[in-house]
DNA sequence: CTGTTAGCGCGTTCAA
DNA sequence: TTGAACGCGCTAACAG
């Protein structure tokens, strides 16, 4: 049978209250002595309080929900990773949702989650407009953070990362190398982030008096297969480099481009985005663009946390910067 | 303010028996009338009864703890994908605790998660002796699955996967195909699945008299960079196969070799062992046996569940078999 | 400094 | 068929 606090308090010879405060670190009103004697009690019989139970006074679980599409993608486990290892550290759990990208889904399990099982939530949104659906179910007392959305005033907490500048950085790699045909390999248009990455492209095209083409641009859906796709678009039509919107269209590109018989980088230079390190490709060869998620995941649940403790009451949106990452898929363009 | 259980009642006007009564479907001793009554109010006020006031009387969660050593390792995440559908799909949470292949963290999660937070544990432990750790631990009621383990008799429940048989086949396969030099790199052999892949490369040399070769042994320690270091060593004493204890290994041999000069299958065969599919290599060129992690993940937590809900009494010890899968990456020796 | 009382929001007797 | 009373194990308010 389960010891419940009412035992340590006979077995210790105090009252239930003196056990819970002795648990609770309130000391300042308990002498050294007795103190003592409750927690070598608690150290006998290896006692531990039933959280459900405090969690039903306290009001806190302890406990914070993570939805996101599917964990199975490098940057979801990289973020999840992120905040688990912050979330743990200072005494949370973190409770999985897998969405698979399905509105549906991720309503339902927010719903689910809500403000009675856990104290914050943490959502990865795949919905079309995540502020006005979340807030309408969940309650206004439950701190959330969105993550990979930007919202406007301070609606909600935010962090996202600074796709334009990446895109930008990236195409801007290029053309410091030489580059002038610079091919663009764009995520799906109607998703916010390939909009940003591509207008970072067209921006420092523009900066830098490289003529827009329309037919450098290969609209893709930043899957693998969009990669292998492109290639033999791309060598026919002769660009001495490709900015994709991503690394897993970077890879395949790079992929069916070397069955084709080009060289990279020496016939043709590719930047990717996102610096997802898969296993199996031999680390720094793809040249491309860091977005820090696992950062971004300690980040999120630090800002969760604070808020959780009221450390903080206004709404913030941090945006991080996009850097470059050199490897061995770029170089000058030949003469 | 929330709704409890009092104001639907008081606003149904009947007591909080009568609607637990109802939310529960206890509804045999309940008129149409008042059911359809309560039910009405608890749709127009959007009512949603306390999990943790609930818990505390009902003693399940339905949250299940989850503690493996990293979810950024394939496995794993796939893994976690097959436990979490099982599980939410029957209205379990899953709580990810990550322990990095520390003792200490495995041990403190399991000490946290213990028998008042969740209704049931699945383990992938990185512990010596799993078995009478966690059973020291937890308490004799906790439903517990242990992944990647084997028991003796009924101990515990356990779901592996038949690292032998996954060796043999491997090997099997480069026999089959007239090799009589193959190579083998091993994993940990203080690891007991390294042992037992190990173990099925020398039976299968053994069953089709084919004498085993210490020079051909080369010991790593399931990472990519052991497949690297193996290169070199392959290719100076010329063994026309390789089999890689697992595909991290099998992928570092095969992207050093090639490095080298050495054709993949041409020259040397490689078959990997365990069937990830890391993003970026061309699908399908790794031959290599498949452990199928998903539905590993599954039937744990479906023989948690069954075991949670009384379907089952007896522990289980539930054994996957390996299966080859054809890549590119194995062909004919050359005569 | 310590203990008594009350109540968190539910499900579960037992009596009506 | 319904409801009043009790208790799950704990913390908080108030006395002493």
Redesign the interface.
């Known amino acids: 049978m389960?010891l419940t606090i009412k035992d340590i308090a006979r077995i210790a010879n105090v009252s239930p209250t003196t056990v819970s405060r002795v648990m609770n670190g309130k000391t300042e009103y308990v002498t050294q002595e007795t103190q003592e004697r409750v927690l070598k009690v608690i150290e006998e019989t290896n006692y531990?309080p039933?959280?459900?139970?405090r969690?039903?006074v306290t009001r806190e679980?302890r406990?914070i929900g993570l939805v996101l599409p599917?964990?199975?993608n490098?940057f979801f486990?990289?973020l999840?990773?992120g905040i688990?290892?912050y979330a743990?550290q200072l005494g949370y759990?973190?409770?999985?949702?897998?969405t698979d990208h399905k509105s549906e889904k991720e309503i339902q399990?927010i719903s689910?989650?809500?403000?009675?099982?856990i104290d914050g939530l943490i959502v990865v949104s795949s919905l079309e407009n995540p502020i006005s659906h979340i807030k309408k179910i969940t309650?206004e007392n439950t701190p959330i953070v969105l993550i990979d959305h930007k919202a406007n005033d301070e609606e909600i907490n935010c962090v996202y990362f600074n796709n334009y500048q990446g895109g930008y950085l990236a195409t801007k790699h290029l053309i410091d190398l030489g580059h002038k045909n610079i091919g663009c390999i764009t995520g799906p248009l109607h998703v916010q982030s390939a909009v940003e990455r591509f207008n970072g492209y067209k921006d420092a095209l523009r900066d830098n008096n490289i003529s827009f083409k329309d037919e450098f641009i290969f609209q893709g859906n930043y899957r693998?297969e969009d990669g292998i796709e492109s290639a033999k678009y791309y060598k026919s039509i002769g660009v001495t480099s490709i900015f994709a919107s991503n690394?897993?269209m970077a890879?395949?590109a790079n992929?069916k481009l070397a069955e084709l018989g080009v060289k990279i980088p020496e016939d043709i230079s590719i930047v990717g985005l996102d610096n997802?390190t898969?296993?199996?490709?031999?680390d720094s060869f793809l040249t491309t663009i860091n977005q820090p998620f696992y950062e971004m995941g300690k980040t999120a649940c630090s800002l969760l946390l604070d808020q959780l403790k009221g450390l903080i009451q206004t709404n913030k949106n941090i945006q991080f910067d996009a850097t470059l990452v050199l490897g061995k898929s770029t170089a000058h363009p030949k003469k």
Chains 1, 2 share one sequence.
């Not at 689910?112 to 099982?117: A, E, P």
């Open positions: 389960k531990q039933n959280q459900i139970a969690s039903l679980t406990t599917d964990i199975r490098p486990t990289e999840s990773r688990e290892d743990n759990f973190v409770i999985l949702c897998n399990y689910l989650l809500k403000d009675k099982y309650t693998y690394d897993l890879l395949g992929q997802i898969p296993i199996g490709i031999s």
